[in-house]
């Protein structure tokens, strides 16, 4: 099939997009504390209902896209991302977020099942692997972005109204003044209208979906999880999204308490840099996984993320501004990693053994409602220290993974060899 390069910009849009509104709540979590008067438990359930709704929607969004095929489910999935982005908006109330956070949640796992093969077909297959890079590159730049964009409006927000900018003088007519913070979810609603409207007017291709994209009934989906290695993976990507979450929602936050930073400014920064590093570790495990075993490289990046994580905890308040961050560089590699290895160990039924690998995206809700549930008891240090248990579990996958097919690797030795005997 020939390549659509407008779709293969649609896709990375759309990355763009999800990204763009997926993680901007850890930066916002001390505004909301503050703005709605909540404890550590409650605020960790706004993470919860947002991606409780991965684990609710991952597998009948496969099943629905079989059926009523990409653009239908990309043009509801972003309908229902711009319902819940305006009821945050303009219901700007505790309950009410927790409803559109676990729509926007929604929306957001239809798209993911959704744009991976679209990618395959518009990009061609050959370039799948390098277009798949792009898209996590630009899904971590937008991350980088949108603290940047939060810290932007509120600051403009705090001047008084003839000394904003246009755009946040518009903005400030919607939003009151004692939650500035909830600006950012009008401009997700635009966006995700603008969304709407460009996948209206697109052509889509014919995606005839591979083996393996393709989620099976639910007797194969329920036989699988008697499997224990399918049990053992799910867990992994339980924890990796679970410690991903667990720190980037609760940065900002202990920052503000342990060292008095403010949550707008240096908070918001601090996160920005957590997901823009985890863009150049992606880099830098490109090059890894093609000198060493993936079993390996995740062990080297257990090890050093725990280390970071001790000095971001224990450390001075200077020092904790770069340890988050360095989290987010050694982990980058955990998820492609983890997933690669689970489907690398099954001999078929690839289709819905991702499926329920994209269902345990849940621990992005689990673990920061339990870190929030012990910090409220124990201090926010201590319940952060639960991390230390997920990123056990990640690093063990390690020594116990025994997959079928091994990542490819380039030997030194071979290639001198090699070259010697062309010389001979």
């Known amino acids: ?70 653009k239908a489910t990309m043009l509801v999935s972003f309908v229902i991302v711009l319902l819940g982005s305006f009821l945050f908006a303009f219901f700007s109330n505790y309950f009410v977020a927790i409803l559109s956070l676990f729509l ?36 971590g730049g937008a991350s980088f972005l949108s603290p940047r964009i939060y810290t932007y409006l509120v600051q403009n927000l705090s001047l008084p109204p003839a000394e904003r900018p246009a755009a946040v003088r518009a903005l400030g007519r919607l939003v009151p003044d004692e939650l500035p913070w909830v600006s950012l979810y009008w401009v997700f609603t635009l966006v995700a209208a603008a969304m709407v409207l460009v996948i209206l007017l697109s052509r ?37 999204v679970g410690t991903e979450q667990g720190v980037a929602n609760w940065i900002s936050r202990f920052l503000q308490t342990y060292h008095g930073y403010d949550p707008q400014v240096a908070g918001a920064n601090a996160v920005s840099w957590f997901w823009g590093l985890m863009t150049a570790g992606c880099l830098l495990g490109l090059l890894l996984l093609k000198l060493f075993d993936s079993r390996y490289v995740l062990i080297g990046a257990s090890v050093f993320s725990m280390a970071s994580l001790t000095v971001a905890l224990f450390g001075s308040g200077a020092v904790a501004l770069v340890a988050f961050p360095a989290i987010g560089f050694f982990i980058s590699v955990m998820w492609s990693i983890v997933f690669s290895l689970a489907l690398n160990s099954m001999e078929k039924h690839h289709g819905s053994f991702s499926g329920i690998l994209c269902t345990g995206i849940a621990g992005g809700a689990v673990v920061p409602l339990i870190v929030g549930w012990l910090g409220d008891r124990l201090g926010l240090r ?33 290639q001198k060899e090699q070259k010697g005997s062309s010389h001979a």
Not at 24 to 52: N, R
Request: hydrophobic share 55%.
């Open 1 to 70: 099939m020939k390549r659509n390069l407008y779709i293969v910009f649609l896709v990375f849009l759309t990355f763009f997009v999800i990204s763009l509104i997926t993680n901007i709540l850890g930066p916002l979590i001390p505004d909301i504390i503050k703005s709605f008067s909540l404890s550590l438990t409650m605020v960790a359930l706004l993470p919860f209902s947002f991606f409780i709704a991965y684990g609710v929607m991952s597998i009948p969004a496969g099943m629905l896209i079989e059926i009523y095929k990409e």
């Open 382 to 414: 201590i319940g952060m220290m639960f991390l230390y248990l997920t990123f056990a579990y990640i690093l063990s996958i390690g020594f116990w993974a025994r997959p079928i097919i091994s990542n490819k690797t380039i030997s030194l030795r071979a």
């Open 104 to 139: 926007i949640g929604m929306g957001m796992a239809m798209l993911q099942v959704a744009i991976n093969p679209l990618l395959r077909v518009a990009g061609g297959e050959e370039h799948f692997a390098f277009n798949s890079v792009m898209a996590q590159l630009v899904f």
């Open 204 to 240: 889509f291709p014919r995606v005839e979906r591979a083996e393996d994209e393709r989620v099976g009934a639910w007797e194969t989906t329920l036989s699988l999880f008697r499997s224990r290695i399918v049990v053992l993976f799910f867990f992994g990507i339980f924890c990796y």
